[in-house]
């Protein structure tokens, strides 16, 4: 199977599929910016944003809502759009003196034909006006059935933080998730060494945790690049961070082990021993103490773990492909680095 | 098989006092690090003490656990693999390096009470924690110290092999102390016991599993 074309084919084709589908897939719209965040009950408030990707001088049903706490929304009076991605909402603030506190904070949801609807969570602040005027209660209303619906689409959701390099999941991630199974794969076959002592297995061994530890470096510097633009440094005190850091210095130190010794029979023994001992330290490195300690990456610190509302079905669609697309490069990337090692061996043997 | 390790233990023991220069020179080597970081220092905070005191445990450890695979020569090694089960060996290799890191910790414990305090506050959980974790760190050294010694160059690989290996017992470590010292408060510390112990588990069964592999060359 390993000679075989029809995998490499596939792997390429399905890493072809990924770049293409996962770079030029537009985002859906999101809202970048909003001017005037405090607004005060009884005034007429203008509400000026800066969308992403939004149509809003073509659309002619321009309108926007503010969700409040207690489920009910206001709607604009007015929209005045500027350019494609400018738009004023204006907005007729009642006073509501039900919720007895002073501020309370608005989601704004923005509604056209064109773009369908994009949400900026808890981003205006009403403030009470100290004099309550008349209580509107009709300004309120119960469900958001006025939106209009543009159809769907093929894109990616827009994420405040993340912007266009949201993309970055199909690299960043994919690279993290096959490392982990050839890494998984090495200490197999490392296993199997100590089991069987054919050089082979160890051959393929060393393969696979070589190839893995350069997805992880790949992973590490994709990952740097995200933090750049993300969180607006190369290099975080994240714990996950730091932990694959070390993960990738208890693997070079693999290769260290194995240049040191003289004896081809004894590295390779002592070499599969270390390798199952790494992968068995490096389970609680990698997984279980990130789960414990605050990190800015999903599954800790509230930002939700790979599976809910990250990751919705469009990036699916290119997330899991992209893995398997990843794994068999990396399958081949080991067979043609396992050969060299083995003709490096039989070549060994003649001399 | 109890009677035989205990044997082997109290072995160990006796050779390391009858070479009374190396013990002597591993406390002294803590001490006189002990004196130097306090010198430069003058004072610490509470953190810095932490800090120091596992980073200064764990490279005195690094120092006094690397022979344990070297001190006897190789016909000698000879003589207990005919001899003796590899487990029971690496058993009683574990508990008597567990017992030197031990005395090293008190050792360096004492120099750093002396010269700048102890601020440690919660006393069960910073022993409770620190038997946990000399535990971990004295498994991956015995461990990597058999792995160094069939290797060779012993001094370097062991450093460079078990540093990265001893990181997360080491971190959980830092983490529980801190909240021993009271720097942190944290109500999840019992999960962190916990898992320095399940880490500690993991360690020992796979080193029991695989030591064996190593031993027979």
Redesign the interface.
């Known amino acids: 199977m390993m000679r075989q074309w029809w995998w490499k084919i596939s792997g390429v084709l399905i890493l072809l599929y990924t770049i293409i589908l996962g770079l030029l897939t537009p985002l859906k719209p999101g809202i970048v910016k909003i001017h005037n965040t405090q607004v005060t009950s009884g005034e007429v408030a203008e509400i000026e944003i800066v969308g992403y990707n939004t149509h809003f001088d073509e659309a002619s049903q321009n309108k926007a809502y503010l969700r409040l706490e207690n489920e009910k929304y206001l709607p604009s009076t007015n929209a005045i759009s500027h350019s494609f991605n400018e738009i004023t909402y204006i907005f007729d603030i009642p006073h509501f003196p039900e919720s007895g506190e002073k501020i309370v904070v608005a989601s704004l949801i923005i509604n056209n034909e064109i773009d369908g609807s994009a949400v900026l969570p808890a981003s205006v602040f009403i403030q009470q006006a100290p004099v309550p005027g008349a209580i509107h209660e009709g300004a309120f209303i119960d469900n958001l059935s006025g939106l209009v619906d543009p159809g769907w689409s093929f894109r990616f959701p827009y994420r405040s933080i993340l912007h266009e390099t949201i993309r970055n999941t199909f690299f960043h991630i994919t690279l993290w998730f096959s490392m982990f199974i050839m890494l998984g794969t090495g200490v197999f076959y490392a296993i199997r060494y100590l089991k069987y002592r054919r050089v082979n297995d160890d051959l393929k061994s060393r393969a696979l945790t070589s190839v893995s530890v350069l997805f992880g470096l790949l992973g590490l510097i994709t990952g740097s690049i995200w933090a750049r633009f993300t969180w607006g440094t190369w290099w975080t005190p994240d714990v996950k961070l730091n932990m694959t850091a070390v993960a990738m210095l208890i693997y070079l130190a693999y290769f260290v082990l194995r240049s040191s010794i003289k004896d081809q029979d004894q590295e390779a023994r002592l070499a599969s021993v270390y390798n199952v001992f790494a992968f068995v330290a490096l389970i609680p490195l990698v997984f279980v103490i990130p789960r414990l300690t605050d990190s800015l990456h999903p599954g800790s610190g509230g930002n939700p773990a790979l599976g809910g509302e990250d990751l919705d079905n469009t990036l699916r669609l290119v997330f899991y492909p992209a893995i398997l697309g990843f794994t068999l490069l990396g399958i081949w990337m080991t067979s043609l680095y396992y050969r060299i090692l083995n003709v490096k061996e039989k070549l060994l043997e003649k001399t | 098989m109890v009677n035989r390790i205990l044997h082997i233990i109290a072995k160990d023991f006796r050779v390391e006092f009858r070479q009374k220069h190396a013990i002597a020179g591993i406390l002294l080597f803590a001490v006189t690090v002990v004196f130097i970081v306090f010198k430069t220092f003058n004072t610490f905070t509470s953190q810095e003490w932490a800090l120091l005191l596992w980073i200064l445990v764990l490279f005195s450890g690094i120092n006094a656990v690397v022979k344990s695979f070297l001190q006897e020569s190789k016909g000698t090694y000879l003589y207990y693999y005919t001899l003796l089960d590899p487990v029971e060996v690496v058993l009683s290799k574990l508990v008597y390096n567990f017992l030197l890191c031990f005395v090293l910790f008190l050792v360096i414990l004492g120099c750093m009470a002396l010269f700048s305090g102890y601020p440690v506050r919660d006393h069960v959980l910073f022993f409770s924690s620190s038997l946990l974790g000399l535990a971990g760190i004295s498994i991956?050294y015995t461990?990597i110290s058999a792995?160094a010694a069939?290797?060779?160059?012993s001094g370097t690989?062991m450093s460079?092999?078990s540093l990265?290996?001893v990181?997360?017992v080491l971190?959980?470590l830092i983490?529980t102390t801190a909240v021993a010292l009271g720097l942190l408060t944290d109500s999840?510390v019992s999960?962190?016991l916990l898992?320095l112990a399940?880490?500690d588990g993991?360690?020992i069964s796979?080193?029991l599993i695989?030591f064996p592999?190593?031993w027979k060359?």
Do not use: A, F
């Not at chain 2, 069939?150 to 160059?153: E, V």
């Open positions: 991956v461990m792995l069939t290797g060779g160059h690989l460079i092999l990265p290996l990181l997360p971190l959980l983490k999840t999960t962190d898992l399940g880490i993991v360690l796979i080193c695989l592999i190593v060359s």
